[in-house]
């Protein structure tokens, strides 16, 4: 592995293999895996259309942004991408969090694009990356539960074909509720069965098996039109709803709400507006910048799909690779980049597609090159091109069941179980998350990983410590020593009726504060004639490590050679290495 | 001890006496305690009321204000104080910080007062004292270091006699240099002269020893005449300066810069003022609770003030008492809030006096009563009563002199040095602290305890990994294994050429994305048919810990029954102790 501070090897072909995954796959390319990929592109083309249009509706924005947003993230992902079954396209979570600061203004989410774009590419160089490691697990699933929640009832006012209702939850959940009797009975009649539908072929989908190539050609070819319906159930429940809302326009009467007039074509290749002068005035760039930062934990559910999937699904990972967070955020900043230039709103790795990816069996990503070739070239820009006035059609009832079957697999509620019984601690940040992602998704967000790093922080500042009186009192710190813990390991020790062993070996690393907290401890004992033993010491295991011996105040007696011959010698002393400081 | 959590004891005798540790020492005061406590009490004396008139003109505020700072934590402190030798009063650093926000306007500073009192009355009565671990020795050092440039070349206008400086450190430095030549001669060749005389004092000081009861009398009364000078050097410094002044006020002719007019008595009491409408608008409220933030670093320098000194002297500590920062906080923030009703600025313990008191052998909190008491009624209130029309002619060149003195001691170059033989990694938050500082002291601050706490979460983020081929890779984490760390170990893993152990024998806790991880390894390892082994578990140290045989995914397979029992048992698994999960 060649680590980040390799200068001499940043333009070797490994390297570049790095910075260019495409290298690694394309040369042992061949035409079983293209005929794989094609079928795998084709089908989550099919998934994808109509997710497109319901998340731009998520997002505030009008239907077309869903599909301008998701041509361009399969180009680039297909050249830089690690992940060969995750598909860059929009999301609902993504939606979600658009919407909170575009709201029903395409200008602003295409500005925002192009600036969450540069922070990603900025950290991808930077290689900061790592900072995707502190949003743990439990706030990744409280913060995809709630937002599940969110984005499904989000859509019960499309289902109930209400106008009108404000985006904050609390005040969605009271309004959707206060205004019930308003439903209109074509649109709750049609989301229903939509619902219906999808959730049936869903069924049928988890409980088709793969098709045996011994059976005879009828069972296959009915398994085949089973599969395909139950794969691009969302394609065929979208297209049923349009033609009964087109049937409906021709005999002259119209229940539905529908999506309404696109405008036909794809988007121009432009610059992103970096300033529009509305009604309201300018819009104010700080709040854009803002949306960097609440870009990051979407990151990090992209990262944790296959985790998340995994423990969703209750089965075995199906992949094996290894996704590199600096080279997904290079994929993804690149990504939205060019993207704001096609009227694109941000984009991020998609959850659902991912699924259906791997589920039809993706070699490589050019899986992402079908998603992103193939059906952008045949299945986007042909929509774009020409099913304009069929979208027109589309009822907006359809698509909002749409999301809801897409984002309810997301809600995990045997999560909590599952903390309860493994560490409770962990709830903490899993429940502030939740709760607070139903005021403001990314307040919650924000808050789920204070809370968990503070939490860290606790565990530094109270490490455990073993205390047993055998004669002596011995003192065994279960983890490093670091300043929020000088104070404590003093308190835990004094005061004391004898002397002091203090067990160091777990302790592999030692601050300065901490080290003038034991000279303290040090001298506080010699006051009242008692010593202080460290036993079990290690030598530092990484350069920078704290060396004991060398600081004046705590240097070794002369007496117990063994402990100092081998800190000096760099052998590690065994457990019964013992040493008295004076 | 009584931990926090002991409600049944909460109204027993011991925890009265922790909440008034008053009641510990008052029973066994004695005549012997009284005469040294009134000894230190005195000399405490002479050094505060010049060296309150001094920190009041630091703090951009008229000198009176440094008076009426000093008297009220004395008293309560006596009550509710643990440290014998810290007493509370205005401090450098503190009057370093309240000008940044009070600038020449005592209003805003005693309604900062208030409100700090407040947060530290808060912050005591919800245990939050454990905050101030999280102030590392490195971020103090690096802000008393700063914080004594600044404050030193703060007061060489005043010895240059030059007037309308600026406050910010760079912009005065500038003035300062530009300004050179218009430098009072008068002003410059006092503040030189005092300044030489109080060096001079404190070493005399430094180099006496106590006097021994066997030696003549008249020996014994020249030391003691000694003694009394050089420690009361600061009140000998400006008494001379001030008369020196009144000399030439008589003779016609004024060379130097003086204190000017000050009203005359005590303040009245009275609530401070909430709001006050000047010339531009009322004070912002906001800005006045954000210093209830940077106080608390000056309450770290104080609780850190023993180890302090104690690096400082290069000496052993004289003092053998817990300092309970809880109840620090309870004492400081009563004195505050009582301050701002007799007109006080914020306090906090003092550093210099803190040492006076120590080396004059105060036993009890009492040394505070006589500093407090006595002084306030025999001293303060004395030169508030009639030495105020003296003031007027101190000169300011004389008051920077005794500033400069004070703080010089703070600056402490080695350091830099000890840092990079102990612990290099300290450095950073050391120098960041440092240089902020000259920009904005609490920028400073903040960016220190910012960047050791980033250095911390590092620390989990990436624990020391010993790697070892043994036919099998065997992995050691040396620490805990927390969520930031969960990729780290997968990728120190894989990839692997065989199985793999893992050596737990440093892990003492675990969560629940580390388990996804620990989990995650295992079916990548299974995939490529080999094997993880855990080694050296521990039974988890305190409850909340996380349980791995409890988690459904990481089931212990039955033949290995002897960690089984171990974990099971509730016995510590000794380092044989291997398991094999399925």
């Known amino acids: 592995m060649s680590g980040p501070g ?15 995954p495409v290298l690694r796959w394309l040369p042992r390319y061949s035409l079983a895996w293209l005929q794989l990929d094609v079928i795998a592109g084709a089908t989550v083309g099919l998934t994808v259309v109509p997710q497109a249009l319901a998340y731009a509706e998520v997002a505030g924005l009008p239907v077309q942004y869903g599909l301008y ?11 830089l991408g690690t992940a060969k079954d995750v598909t860059l396209g929009p999301t609902a979570i993504m939606s979600l969090l658009v919407s909170s600061y575009a709201f029903h203004d395409p200008v602003y989410a295409v500005l925002l694009t192009f600036l969450s774009g540069c ?31 969110t984005i499904s009832f989000n859509q019960v006012k499309n289902i109930l074909g209400l106008q009108g209702v404000p985006r904050q939850f609390f005040l969605q959940v009271y309004e959707t509720l206060r205004r019930i009797g308003e439903t209109r009975a074509g649109d709750a009649v049609l989301g229903l069965s939509c619902l219906l539908a999808l959730t049936g072929l869903g069924a049928m989908k988890s409980g088709l098996g793969r098709a045996a190539g011994a059976e005879p050609l009828c069972t296959r070819v009915s398994y085949c039109i089973v599969w395909t319906s139950a794969t691009a159930r969302n394609a065929l429940v979208v297209l049923c709803a349009g033609l009964l809302a087109y049937s409906f326009q021709v005999m002259g ?47 990090g559910e992209s990262r944790a799909t296959p985790r998340a999937r995994e423990s969703l699904e209750k089965g075995q990972p199906r992949n094996d690779y290894r996704i590199e967070p600096n080279q997904e955020l290079l994929a993804m900043g690149l990504t939205n980049l060019l993207g704001s230039f096609v009227s694109s709103y941000p984009v991020t790795g998609s959850f659902g597609r991912t699924a259906v990816n791997a589920q039809t069996g993706v070699c490589t990503p050019a899986g992402g090159l079908i998603t992103g070739g193939h059906r952008a070239g045949a299945l986007v820009l042909l929509s774009l091109a020409f099913l304009t006035s069929f979208f027109y059609y589309i009822p907006k009832a359809a698509l909002a069941a749409v999301i809801i079957c897409a984002v309810t697999p997301m809600f995990d509620a045997a999560i909590f179980r599952t903390l309860w019984r493994v560490k409770r601690l962990d709830l903490v940040p899993l429940c502030v998350t939740f709760l607070l992602c139903f005021w403001e998704v990314q307040y919650g967000i924000v808050a789920g990983v204070l809370v968990s790093g503070l939490l860290l922080l606790y565990a530094i500042a109270r490490p455990p410590m073993k205390v047993s009186t055998q004669g002596e009192l011995v003192v065994q710190p279960g983890s490093s020593l670091h300043f929020p813990a000088a104070e404590y390991l003093r308190d835990t020790v004094s005061p004391t009726p004898g002397s002091v062993v203090l067990d160091c070996r777990h302790v592999s690393s030692v ?21 202080l033993t460290l036993c079990g010491l290690q030598v530092p295991s990484r350069p ?26 760099g052998l590690p002393p065994g457990p019964a290495a013992t040493c008295c400081i004076s």
């Open 544 to 569: 920078g490590s704290c060396c004991w011996h060398r600081h004046r105040r705590l240097l070794w007696r002369p007496n117990c050679t063994r402990a100092t011959q081998h800190l000096e010698s």
């Open 69 to 79: 947003s998701s041509f361009m993230g399969c180009f680039v992902y297909c050249l």
């Open 6 to 20: 390799c200068p001499t090897r940043c333009c070797s072909f490994p390297a570049v293999q790095k910075r260019l």
């Open 511 to 531: 601050d300065y504060t901490a080290v003038l907290g034991l000279a303290e401890l040090l001298h506080e004992l010699r006051k009242q004639g008692l010593a």
């Open 253 to 299: 009467c119209q229940p539905f709400t529908l999506t309404g007039r696109i405008p036909r074509g794809l988007p121009a290749f432009r610059v992103p507006l970096f300033s529009k002068v509305t009604h309201n005035g300018t819009v104010p760039f700080s709040r854009m910048v803002q949306v960097g930062a609440a870009r990051s934990p979407a990151q």
């Open 119 to 149: 922070v990603q590419l900025a950290m991808g160089l930077l290689r900061l990356g790592f900072l995707l490691d502190f949003i743990s697990c439990p706030v990744i699933k409280g913060f995809t539960s709630a937002a599940s929640i």
